[in-house]
């Protein structure tokens, strides 16, 4: 839970609560100082710690930008970030400025980072989970392709399928049927 003035040092960035305590995201798995001037995520998705080393005793992670921990986030922890915020929220319609904003950057460097850790694009790398886990669902399920790819973030289905082949060569069904 989050008091009102916990509340409203957050979302003014009030760098004297910095010592008293540390908000974490319950969807992204990140932790900030209250003065962090990332965007406001929604309050019923907030923890507040009073011991400010809890928050990663609980799996949480420091955010690049206000580096809570006072440590540097270096850009190998960002970008294991970046990947668990992908593969949490895949099913999303997740474009690099939404990236961005949940994992507490800019767009411009957290697209030059990825790609300079992974050799890949935020958007790649996000294409190769959604991938993934259609084919998964193919092979292990008797999901509809429509199904499977709104559960995949691609609602579009014509879309699905022909990122589907360009990716493995073969279009969802075909696969489906070979593999049966
Ligand atoms: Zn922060």
Request: hydrophobic share 35%; aromatic share 10%.
């Amino acid at each position: 839970m989050i008091t009102d003035s916990e509340w409203q040092a957050l979302k003014t960035n009030d760098a004297a609560y910095d010592n008293l305590f540390r908000y974490a995201v319950k969807t992204t798995k990140i932790f900030c100082r209250p003065s962090c001037p990332s965007r406001i995520p929604k309050r019923e998705n907030v923890e507040i710690y009073y011991d400010l080393n809890e928050p990663e005793k609980r799996g949480f992670r420091p955010c690049k930008r206000c580096q809570p921990t006072g440590k540097i986030v270096n850009d190998e922890l960002w970008v294991e970030e970046i990947e668990a915020i992908l593969r949490q929220n895949y099913q999303m319609n997740l474009s690099l400025k939404e990236l961005a904003f949940l994992a507490h950057g800019s767009e411009s460097y957290l697209r030059h980072v990825f790609k300079k850790i992974t050799g890949q694009t935020p958007q790649q790398r996000l294409q190769a989970i959604r991938m993934a886990h259609a084919r998964r669902e193919l092979l292990n399920t008797r999901k509809t392709i429509t199904v499977i790819a709104k559960d995949i973030g691609l609602p579009n289905v014509s879309y699905f399928i022909k990122k589907f082949k360009a990716y493995y060569g073969q279009t969802p069904k075909r696969f489906r049927q070979q593999n049966e």
